[in-house]
């Protein structure tokens, strides 16, 4: 990605010199002599970062930092200050600047302090980029997904939502079957009447039958009054059979002359009713085996499977895997009132690489989860879930040449006891330390705050500049 660099400074030497340095860096290069000049070409132009002095003719560095806080957020801007000023930079910081440099400028410190605010821009870039992509798919439906499988899924769905055939969806745990079920349901001209839902395996045989079909008053100990069934509640609409595959023999002969006369009667009664409904039913059971084993109806089956829809796991589309996170960042950083906005390279190369087997359902609770735990606006892998984290991290412990002995122990003794899940019996025994020293060692290493340490690398960083969360996000992102 190439990037705008703006810089602003009344002396030309410098605004030339700091030009040319990042110019050789790749980035393309905007100058202004002073803060008015700067917003003018910040309307203009696409910038995604700003390096300003402070003390400006007409329009000063400090009142430019403030109109592109408030006007621009996302865009980073370093402060350029003299020596012996630092009590002005301290406030830049606190006006929002992302950094600030010393004059003369070290063009190496320079050069990686960009680096690092245009590696979070581009985070957000992405992230924005994945935002637009997801609006565009919303006004079709709910369901996220940019692989084939998907999209030969919304094929499908667009094709027979307006149809009066019946689908089953088919899919393990967590893959989007209810969402299939509500797109159909939107997506046809029935989507103003009902659409009852009816989970089957949550019900007792006798409940279900009275669930779907109704009953009459005195059918069967406390049936005090009549009461309507689901069947009849769709009339018009559409209902549908989650779970299907959980249903016993005697329903499943009920479902069955639905589907073919639209007949049924309520429990108890004696009248004949006839509803016209759209049946969609789910389930993540084999019903093929189940034929075999002479547990579910072949002739229902047939009924119920006019259109199936397939929903692959989601380690079998990883494609989908990066849209969706986006959309679950945005969706729980609104619900829980967080800056969140972006997820860091190594997260999400670890949200990539897990397997998922709890599909998207998982995934959503992860990011959820990670959300909730993330410290500044861009996820790290120590805010996501251990499970996950600790998919690629178990075998490998990074230390850096340089590091103390301490910090070597620290690193491995954090990794060992994220790797069991924090379980010191299993931690010590691991590293053939006794229970106590590991207790000692934990302490002595500030290694027991209640949740997942940081890792070695992150700490790093984040100490290196005394700067906030993001941009030790920015450094693991670089790496
Ligand atoms: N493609 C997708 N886009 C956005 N959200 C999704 C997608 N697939 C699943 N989800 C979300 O994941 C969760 C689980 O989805 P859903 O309930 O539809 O799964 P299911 O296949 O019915 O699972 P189960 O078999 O356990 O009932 C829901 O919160 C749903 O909104
Ligand atoms: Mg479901």
Redesign the pocket.
């Known amino acids: 990605m190439k990037f705008n660099v703006l810089i602003v400074d009344d002396e030309k030497n410098i605004r030339q010199g700091l030009g040319k340095a990042l110019e050789m860096d790749g980035h393309n290069i905007f100058l202004a002599e002073d803060g008015q000049e700067a917003l003018d070409i910040i309307h203009e132009e696409e910038v995604d970062l700003v390096i300003a002095d402070l003390r400006m003719p007409r329009l000063s560095g400090e009142e430019l930092l403030r109109r592109v806080v408030d006007q621009w957020p996302t865009i980073p801007v370093i402060i350029l200050t003299g020596h012996g000023t630092i009590e002005t930079a301290v406030q830049a910081m606190r006006d929002g600047a992302y950094d600030f440099l010393t004059k003369p400028v070290n063009l190496d410190r320079l050069s990686l302090l960009v680096r690092r605010a245009l590696s979070s821009r581009e985070l957000v870039m992405q992230h924005r980029q994945m935002q637009e992509e997801l609006d565009k798919q919303r006004r079709f439906t709910?369901?996220?997904?940019k692989s084939s499988a998907?999209h030969r899924i919304f094929d499908v769905v667009r094709q027979v939502a307006p149809t009066k055939a019946s689908v089953l969806?088919t899919?393990?745990?967590?893959?989007?079957?209810?969402?299939?079920?509500?797109a159909l349901h939107n997506l046809s001209d029935r989507k103003d009447k009902p659409f009852i839902k009816v989970h089957c395996a949550a019900l007792s045989e006798s409940l279900l039958e009275s669930e779907l079909f109704g009953h009459e008053k005195g059918a069967f100990t406390g049936a005090v009054a009549r009461k309507r069934g689901r069947f009849e509640l769709s009339h018009m609409g559409s209902i549908f059979l989650?779970?299907i595959g959980e249903i016993s023999q005697s329903v499943q002969i009920k479902i069955l002359r639905v589907l073919q006369d639209k007949k049924f009667e309520r429990v108890g009664g004696e009248e004949t009713l006839e509803v016209d409904t759209r049946i969609i039913s789910?389930?993540?059971k084999d019903l093929k085996a189940e034929i075999e084993k002479g547990t579910f109806r072949e002739d229902l089956f047939y009924r119920l499977n006019v259109v199936n829809i397939d929903?692959p796991p989601?380690r079998e589309r990883k494609e989908?895997i990066p849209l969706?996170v986006s959309?679950?960042i945005k969706e729980f950083a609104q619900e829980n009132n967080k800056p969140v906005e972006a997820i860091d390279h190594k997260a999400r190369a670890l949200m990539y690489n897990y397997s998922w087997p709890g599909?998207?359902?998982e995934?959503?609770n992860s990011i959820e989860s990670a959300v909730v735990m993330c410290k500044g606006t861009v996820i790290t892998p120590d805010d996501l879930p251990p499970s996950i984290a600790q998919d690629s991290e178990s075998n490998d412990i990074r230390i850096s040449v340089g590091s103390t002995l301490a910090e070597a122990e620290r690193e491995m003794i954090r990794s060992t006891l994220n790797a069991h899940n924090g379980n010191k019996s299993r931690t010590a025994e691991v590293l053939g330390i006794g229970r106590k020293t590991l207790h000692r060692k934990i302490a002595d290493y500030h290694l027991d705050d209640g949740r997942r340490a940081p890792a070695a690398a992150g700490e790093a960083s984040a100490a290196d500049d005394g700067a906030a969360n993001d941009t030790a996000a920015a450094g693991d992102a670089e790496g």
């Open positions: 709910n369901i996220i997904g998907m969806i899919g393990e745990s967590g893959v989007g079957k209810e969402l299939v079920a509500d989650d779970e789910a389930t993540n929903i989601l989908d969706l959309a679950f599909n998207v359902r995934l959503r």
